[in-house]
């Protein structure tokens, strides 16, 4: 599966910024003209939006399977992180000025097969990895660039995803638990309404 260059990663970000702002201040889907054929292609996606300059979360939501191309799946995520993210109230006109707009664009989630569960957190990377946590109709995801945020070890990173899918921290100890990674690539903007970079994990 290719990667987006930077001019795309760009594009989907702005793309993004673009279905938040139409959606918000007109109650309208924005739709894009003509795009590169990648956004053809069905990928994993999701929008976070954080509050500028104090990086609060304000919205985050996507797709962690490629069932839809990456076009639709962005503009739905990021029309879903501003009014549908049951966390937060609906993203309100007067905030689109201090939204930061995030795009992570993933690679699909493999399954972690280890024959004792306490050799996963040698299986995964901080800064590499995303974790998605399954067992029975719990699940729960957590992107690439949270443990880095939070500076959690590997342990700390799958216990966070095990509560964050509702389950017990050490969940990822059981064999019953599925435990599944990817990885993305990310862009962002500097500031609100500025300049799109790459964002790299450190």
Same mark, same amino acid.
């Given at each position: 599966m290719a990667k987006l260059n930077d001019a795309e990663g760009q594009l989907a970000v702005e793309i993004a910024r673009k279905a938040v702002d139409t959606f918000v201040s007109e109650g309208e889907r924005y739709e894009p003209g003509k795009l590169p054929p990648i956004?053809?292609?069905?990928?994993? %996606?999701? @929008?976070?939006?954080?509050?500028?300059? =104090?990086?609060?979360?304000?919205?985050?939501?996507?797709? !962690?399977? !490629? %069932? #839809?191309?990456?076009?639709?799946?962005?503009?739905? =995520?990021?029309?879903?992180?501003? =009014?549908?993210? !049951?966390?937060?109230?609906?993203?309100?006109?007067?905030?689109l000025g201090?939204? %930061? @707009?995030? @795009?992570s664009v993933l690679? !699909?989630?493999?399954?972690?097969?280890v024959k004792d569960p306490s050799e996963l957190p040698k299986k995964i990377k901080v800064g590499r990895d995303g974790l998605i946590m399954q067992r029975g109709y719990a699940s729960g995801l957590l992107l690439p660039q949270v443990p880095v945020e939070w500076k959690w070890d590997e342990k700390e990173f799958l216990s966070q995803t095990c509560w964050k899918a509702g389950l017990p921290p050490d969940a990822w100890l059981d064999p019953k638990?599925? @435990?599944?990674?990817?990885?993305?690539?990310?862009?962002?903007?500097?500031? #609100?309404?500025?300049?799109? %970079?790459?964002?790299?994990?450190k």
């Open positions: 956004f053809k292609e069905k990928r994993g %996606v999701f @929008v976070t939006l954080e509050k500028h300059p =104090s990086k609060e979360l304000r919205g985050c939501i996507g797709f !962690p399977e !490629p %069932v #839809a191309p990456l076009i639709d799946a962005l503009i739905d =995520s990021a029309i879903s992180a501003a =009014s549908r993210d !049951p966390r937060f109230n609906p993203v309100g006109d007067k905030e201090k939204l %930061v @707009v995030e @795009v690679t !699909p989630p493999e399954l972690i097969k638990t599925q @435990v599944y990674s990817f990885q993305g690539q990310i862009w962002c903007e500097k500031e #609100a309404r500025g300049e799109v %970079v790459r964002k790299e994990l």
